[in-house]
T-cell receptor
Framework: RKEVEQDPGPFNVPEGATVAFNCTYS??????FFWYRQDCRKEPKLLMS???SGNEDGRFTAQLNRASQYISLLIRDSKLSDSATYLC???????????FGSGTRLQVQP | NAGVMQNPRHLVRRRGQEARLRCSPM?????VYWYRQLPEEGLKFMVY????????ESGMPKERFSAEFPKEGPSILRIQQVVRGDSAAYFC????????????FGQGTRLTVV
């Protein structure tokens, strides 16, 4: 089983739609969680951290469910500029680097 | 506060040559990570370093690849005797000393082996 698993998509949605991505992780002792965004041929950029209590940043909401070992990202009122690959990232226990999922592609259409 | 700096941005090497990729972490960051991304694929972890120490190199190919992060100067990812399959984007990221924090990426080096 992969350490971090994501549905690769692509998710094709119209502008204004609400879209949700899920991600599961295998190591229950993982300590911190993030969503990154990667545009085509660019470096990944931190979108938001994910906390157990859930957190919101404008149109973006992230949730963590430790019991079920999954993380979610909800995007409301999608914009064309939201088109990108969204990477689920987990910080495993021990002295190890951030582990990235393979990413979920989102294409927002006019 | 400059971000993570990688150079060169683009590197072309002939088969059999050596490639050296450099990464200067953000100010105050002592952890450096290297990732490789093949076209249309996800990020693959290669190596995690702190100053003068390799913490985790479980993602590094056993041969031809090496990495260092000296006390002074940038981190270097070195690929000897490059082959066509080494063509990829190589991203470096850095993070502060605290555990479980996010990492910030450089713009990457695109290596093309001809």
């Amino acid at each position: 089983r992969k350490e971090v698993e994501q549905d690769p998509g692509p998710f094709n949605v119209p502008e204004g739609a609400t879209v949700a991505f899920n991600c599961t992780y295998s190591n229950s002792a993982s300590q911190s969680f993030f969503w990154y965004r990667q545009d085509c041929r660019k470096e990944p950029k931190l979108l938001m951290s994910v906390y157990s209590s859930g957190n919101e940043d404008g149109r973006f909401t992230a949730q963590l469910n430790r019991a079920s070992q999954y993380i979610s990202l909800l995007i409301r009122d999608s914009k064309l500029s939201d088109s990108a690959t969204y990477l689920c990232v987990v910080n495993p226990p021990g002295r190890r680097a951030l582990t990235f999922g393979s990413g979920t592609r989102l294409q927002v259409q006019p | 506060n400059a971000g993570v700096m990688q150079n060169p941005r683009h590197l072309v090497r002939r088969r059999g040559q050596e490639a050296r990729l450099r990464c200067s972490p953000m100010k105050g960051h002592s952890h450096v990570y290297w990732y490789r991304q093949l076209p249309e694929e996800g990020l693959k972890f290669m190596v995690y370093l702190q100053k003068e120490n390799i913490i985790d190199e479980s993602g590094m190919p056993k041969e031809r690849f090496s990495a260092e992060f000296p006390k002074e100067g940038p981190s270097i990812l070195r690929i000897q005797q490059v082959v066509r399959g080494d063509s990829a984007a190589y991203f470096c990221a850095s993070s502060p000393p605290e555990e479980w924090t996010e990492a910030f990426f450089g713009q990457g080096t695109r290596l093309t082996v001809v």
